[in-house]
């Protein structure tokens, strides 16, 4: 492992390389805020998958893809005199110091001028500096649950922060994935089932309506009941501690591999899929399920 020394050297040279590809390179110069959206978005489903997969050496791989657009970014920013990467990483340091009001900051300092560190350690506005300090904030959490407890009223007190709890919410994520943020957030303000068994009579109703629509082949009533069915599902998920997300990945995976094996199957035997029966691929899909976990 490197020293900070090094790390920030390591951190410069990249910085570096990029201002000189800006300037000399051809395709780097053309590059916008715009143009590059597409390129960053692949780039981070390239790290998911590696994160998926735990494969280490690809994920310093993507991280590096990933870090090189976050520099890119903050060097756009910076020719039209908007921010720079000092400012990325300074606003996000003070963000990280105000949200964990438990951390004694004592010794050290906030970027930001309205902020302060104040006498119990924590960071907070100066026209705030003065006030009664909250007891519960004080308290230190010892479990991440704890710390997710609290974690939204935390944003919450942040004066240029997300307007409401689910504003923060990017419109542009998965919808699978959204709706776990969006539970996960509800039940960080104290909106969630008391215990987590209740939530199976919702799936249970949820179902029921759902086939209700289905056997009266209204798609558009079909389609907003599977919605609410799977958004329930996804709220079971959430309550049991599994990512819906990744279960559904790694089944997607699965399939995936036990699919290439029947397509396999059928390639040694001088045939393609098509040309196998259904009960030939019901077959080798049981096969496939020993040799393909």
Sequence with gaps: MHTKE??????????????RLR????????QTNESLRPNTIEETF????????????????EL????????????????????????????????LMFRHDFIDWT???????DMVVNSAGQVVYKDEEQLNINNEQLTTPNTASQVESTWEQRKQRERDGNSSVLSGVPNSLPSLIKAYRIQD??????FDWEEKEQ????????????????MKDDKQRSTEEFGDFLFSLINAARLYHI???NALEYTNQKFIRRFNYIEESAKKKGITIKDLSLSEMDQLWEEAKVACQ
């Design 23 to 30: 300037k000399e390179c051809p395709w780097d110069r053309k």
């Design 6 to 19: 090094e790390k920030l050297k390591a951190f410069a040279r990249l910085l570096d390389i990029q201002e």
């Design 243 to 245: 990512n819906p997300d």
């Design 199 to 214: 939530v199976w009579d919702k799936v249970y109703e949820e179902l029921g309506e759902l086939k209700n629509e289905l």
């Design 107 to 113: 010794g050290w300092s906030v970027t930001r001028s």
């Design 185 to 190: 957030k509800a039940r960080n303000v104290g």
């Design 64 to 95: 590096g893809d990933v870090m090189e657009h976050v520099v890119f970014y903050a060097l756009l920013g910076e020719e039209k005199q908007d921010f720079d990467v000092a400012d990325v990483c300074n606003a996000q340091s003070d963000k």
């Design 46 to 61: 390239e790290l998911a998958d590696a994160l998926m997969k735990n494969d280490s050496k690809n994920i310093c791989k």
